[in-house]
């Protein structure tokens, strides 16, 4: 089950501080493949570069791109006000731990519920959506972080139902899934938002993800 959307403001915080996190070709490796330089006229050039699908909000971030990375100790204290609120004692035990990987894990859900959003028009819970929702989120982890510590979040944030509960067996079948495809398209060099999401649905259809609560496919 997924926690509520923080504000949008703290969201856009996010964004315009850590652009090294956001999605699955980074805007920092954008702005460095522009190979422009930094300086007065900077933020105006990188203003107008070519986007696509992955790096579409990257112009928003020009300024930061142009300017200095935050600090350490900025990035440690936005990640706990960020991330904190509905966390399960494991997952604020993790970001305590690993406060820049636990922003990583914030966008990345932020990403799979997005992408929800886009496809199902709902975020419902123990359907379809759901089902889609773990299994990419899963997959961007796997992307962003090592397949140990990915699991290690994925397991904290259901930690606070019972073993046996029929929604935490759902999402964990369902992360694993998402865990392993994106295993496999790392290998082949194909892993990213758009190829998980494909693969979700190809899942969904054929019956291989765990769903509760039928509540039908997006026409």
Not at 103 to 129: P, Y
Not at 141 to 165: C, G, I, R, T, V
């Amino acid at each position: 089950m997924f926690l509520p959307l923080v504000k949008i403001e703290l969201v856009l915080i996010l964004f315009s501080l850590l652009p090294s996190l956001s999605y699955g070709i980074s805007c920092e490796d954008w702005f460095k493949n522009s190979k422009l330089q930094k300086g007065p006229t900077c933020a105006d050039k990188c203003g107008v570069l070519d986007t696509h699908m992955d790096t579409f909000p990257c112009p928003g971030l020009c300024e930061k791109l142009c300017a200095d990375s935050p600090k350490p100790k900025e990035m440690l204290s936005l990640g706990r006000y960020l991330y904190y609120p509905g966390l399960t004692p494991e997952e604020k035990s993790l970001v305590e731990q690993f406060p820049s990987e636990a922003l990583k894990v914030f966008l990345a859900k932020e990403r799979a519920e997005w992408g929800c959003q886009r496809i199902f028009h709902r975020d419902g819970v123990d359907d379809e959506s759901d089902a889609f929702r773990h299994f990419v989120w899963a997959g961007l982890l796997e992307q962003d972080l090592s397949s140990e510590l990915a699991k290690k979040f994925l397991d904290a944030h259901e930690s606070n139902l019972p073993s046996n509960h029929p929604s935490k067996s759902m999402d964990l079948a369902n992360n694993r899934a998402g865990l392993l495809r994106a295993k496999e398209l790392k290998k082949n060099g194909m892993l990213s938002q758009s190829s998980l999401e494909a693969a979700a649905m190809t899942e969904l259809k054929n019956g291989s993800l765990i769903v509760l609560i039928p509540r039908g496919m997006p026409k």
